[in-house]
C-alpha cells in the first residue's frame, strides 16, 4: 500500500456520462498530480493542485476539471465522455511540488467508456 | 518541452541476467531529475531509481543501477541478477529542476521487460 488511495478501482460508464475520480494523497502530502495512461498516449501529465490551488495544467480536455479540498484529497471529473477518454487514470502526491524523489502513485482507477 | 524516449518497446532476458534498457530525452534545463518506475501486472507506479543531474555519479539501488550520460542525454537501467519478480513495465521519466517540478513529470512510452524462467 503506497499510502495514495483512489476510487473507485473501476468504472464502467457510457458516452456522454459525467463522472469523478477521487484521490487521497499520502498523509502529509499537499501535492496532488492527476495522470492519464493510455495505449495510444502513453502517461500523460493532467493537473497538478498544491495546497489547494491549482499550481500547472498539462494535456488536460476541457471536458475535464479537478479541484483539491481544504481535507486535501482530489477529485478529478470527466463529463461527456468519448471512447477514447478509456484509461488508466492515476494519482500521485509529494510533499511539496519540488519533488526530488519523485512521486508517490496511487493504484490508479480504470475507466472503460462504452 | 521535454521528450524521453525509450526504443525498446519489449524485451526478454533469462532468469539471473543482466539486461540494460536505453533512456534517451531531450531537453534545453540544465538542472532536472530523472527517473526509473516500474509498473508490475498490478499496475501500481513503483520508483526504482532517481538521478540529479547535477551528480555525476550513477545512482545505485541494489541490483539496480543507471548509466547517466549527460552530455548524451541518456539514462539508462541496468538490472543485475534479473528476477522473476522484476517482470513489468519500466517507465523513464523527466522532472524539471527549475519550477520545482509543478509541471509534473514527463514519461517515456515505457519498455515490457519479461523475466523467462
Known amino acids: 500500500d503506497s499510502g495514495v488511495t483512489q476510487t473507485p478501482k473501476h468504472l464502467i460508464t457510457a458516452t456522454g456520462q459525467r463522472v469523478t475520480l477521487r484521490c487521497s494523497p499520502r498523509s502529509g502530502d499537499l501535492s496532488v498530480y492527476w495522470y492519464q495512461q493510455s495505449l495510444d498516449q502513453g502517461l500523460q501529465f493532467l493537473i497538478h493542485y498544491y495546497n489547494g490551488e491549482e499550481r500547472a495544467k498539462g494535456n488536460i480536455l476541457e471536458r475535464f476539471s479537478a479541484q483539491q479540498f481544504p481535507d486535501l484529497h482530489s477529485e478529478l471529473n470527466l463529463s461527456s465522455l468519448e471512447l477514447g477518454d478509456s484509461a488508466l487514470y492515476f494519482c500521485?502526491?509529494?510533499?511539496?511540488?519540488?519533488?526530488?524523489?519523485?512521486?508517490?502513485f496511487g493504484s490508479g482507477t480504470r475507466l472503460t467508456v462504452v | 518541452a521535454q521528450t524521453v524516449t525509450q526504443s525498446q518497446p519489449e524485451m526478454s532476458v533469462q532468469e539471473a541476467e543482466t539486461v540494460t534498457l536505453s533512456c534517451t530525452y531531450d531537453t534545453s534545463e540544465s538542472n532536472y531529475y530523472l527517473f526509473w518506475y516500474k509498473q508490475p501486472p498490478s499496475r501500481q507506479m513503483i520508483l526504482v531509481i532517481r538521478q540529479e543531474a547535477y551528480k555525476q555519479q550513477n545512482a545505485t539501488e541494489n541490483r539496480f543501477s543507471v548509466n547517466f550520460q549527460k552530455a548524451a542525454k541518456s539514462f539508462s537501467l541496468k538490472i543485475s541478477d534479473s528476477q522473476l519478480g522484476d517482470t513489468a513495465m519500466y517507465f523513464c521519466?523527466?522532472?524539471?529542476?527549475?519550477?520545482?517540478?509543478?509541471?509534473?513529470?514527463?514519461f517515456g512510452k515505457g519498455t515490457h521487460l519479461i523475466i523467462q524462467p
Open positions: 521519466a523527466f522532472m524539471k529542476s527549475l519550477g520545482g517540478g509543478a509541471d509534473g513529470l514527463t
Open positions: 500521485a502526491s509529494s510533499l511539496t511540488p519540488r519533488a526530488p524523489y519523485g512521486y508517490t
